[in-house]
């Protein structure tokens, strides 16, 4: 699949869409109070990470929910969720190319 019929069927039109989309779904899934997406760094990490995030575990949960039910894309274990969550590049990647599952 090319990448313009992937952004369609996520309702983007850009790698950049998708990505600022992504930090909205986690600062909502994570309810973090006072956190803009635009000033979320896309290239650090948000679990665990430097970033205005402060995130655990525990929030991954959370935000793998809401990929299945915002994407339709599913993290199947701790390993994949820890791949794909390393920062907000390689979950767009995830997201991109994971096959659908049904929300």
């Not at 998708?18 to 956190?35: M, N, P, S, T």
């Not at 000033?39 to 995130?55: E, Q, R, S, W």
């Not at 915002?70 to 190319?97: P, R, Y």
């Amino acid at each position: 699949m090319d990448l313009e019929q992937a952004y369609k069927e996520l309702n983007v039109a850009s790698r950049d869409e998708l990505i600022f989309k992504l930090k909205e779904l986690v600062i909502k899934a994570c309810e973090i109070k006072d956190v803009d997406p635009k000033d979320v760094p896309t290239d650090v990490p948000f679990i665990g990470g430097p970033g205005p995030l402060k995130l655990d575990s525990l929030d991954a949960m959370e935000i793998a929910m809401a990929l299945r039910y915002q994407f339709g894309v599913e993290l199947k274990n701790a390993s994949s969720a820890a791949k794909a969550m390393q920062d907000f590049n390689t979950l767009a990647d995830f997201v991109i190319n994971a096959p659908k599952v049904k929300k």
